[in-house]
Nanobody
Framework: VQLVESGGGLVQPGGSLRLSCAAS???????????MRWYRQAPGKEHDLVAF????????NYADSVKGRFTISRDNARNMVYLQMNSLKPEDTAVYYC?????????WGQGTQVTVSS
């Protein structure tokens, strides 16, 4: 399984970015059967869960720090998951990782850097 993130970059505080994760290579089940998550890791800090979207019904959950600003979505026809990030803050600066979990397997992308700075 390959997860490839894109869409990161440098943005000013208050700006927006949309991260994308392209998933491919599923041999057990289809993409639609995998729960998808976005994590982030800031320098010197642990991996933090940012957002989750269910395979079952598309239910989404968010970390308190991003609620109301970030939106996770998925397109099962295109094997894509997205993270729309609005009202970005300097503390959102991190490497953002896409994660797929299902059938006992746990897959990670290589990450995309998001830097929020003026």
């Amino acid at each position: 399984v390959q997860l490839v993130e894109s869409g990161g970059g440098l943005v000013q505080p208050g700006g927006s970015l949309r991260l994308s994760c392209a998933a491919s290579g599923f041999t057990i089940g289809s993409f639609s059967r995998y729960d998808m998550r976005w994590y982030r890791q800031a320098p010197g800090k642990e991996h933090d869960l940012v957002a989750f979207i269910s395979s079952a019904d598309g239910t989404a959950n968010y970390a308190d720090s991003v609620k109301g600003r970030f939106t996770i979505s998925r397109d099962n026809a295109r094997n894509m998951v997205y993270l729309q990030m609005n009202s970005l803050k300097p503390e959102d600066t991190a490497v953002y990782y896409c994660n797929a979990r299902g059938y006992g397997y746990n897959y990670w992308g290589q990450g995309t850097q998001v830097t929020v700075s003026s």
